[in-house]
C-alpha cells in the first residue's frame, strides 16, 4: 500500500499515538475506534491488515493475529485536521471486531 502524501502533516498526541475508526468498507457500519502510533501506521502501510498501539498492554497489537479476525485496509483517509484517521476495511474470519465477538465494537444502544 502505497503511503499518502499527507502523512508528513499528521497530528499525533502528546503520548504519540492519533485515533482511528474503523469502518466495513462494504456495508459503511463503524467496527471499532483503536489507536496507532507511528509503527504501528507503518506497519498497516507495510502489510495492508491493521495493526493497532494497545494502551492496556503497552504494545503493537495485529488485529486477527489470535482471533483470526483480519482486518484488511481497502481504503484510509485523514480528517481536515490531519488528527484522527479513517480505514476501511474488509473483514476475515468471524466477522467480529470487538474483543466481546460481535460485530461492531458499537452494540451498546440508546
Known amino acids: 500500500m502505497n503511503a499518502p502524501a499527507f502523512l508528513p502533516s499528521l ?23 483503536a489507536w496507532m502510533n507511528e509503527e504501528a501506521l507503518k506497519q498497516t502501510l507495510a502489510c495492508g491488515e491493521m495493526v493497532f498501539w494497545s494502551r ?4 503493537l497489537w495485529h488485529k486477527g ?20 484517521l479513517l480505514f476501511k476495511v474488509r473483514m476475515r474470519g468471524a466477522q467480529a471486531a470487538c474483543h466481546t465477538g460481535a460485530r461492531s465494537c458499537f452494540f451498546n444502544k440508546g
Do not use: H, K, W
Open 11 to 33: 497530528r499525533y498526541n502528546a503520548d504519540g499515538l492519533i485515533p482511528v475508526i474503523v469502518q466495513d468498507a462494504d456495508r459503511a457500519d463503524v467496527l471499532m475506534m
Open 56 to 59: 492496556s498492554r503497552n504494545e
Open 65 to 84: 493475529e489470535t482471533s483470526g479476525n483480519v482486518m484488511e485496509v481497502v481504503e484510509f483517509a485523514a480528517d481536515c485536521d490531519f488528527d484522527t
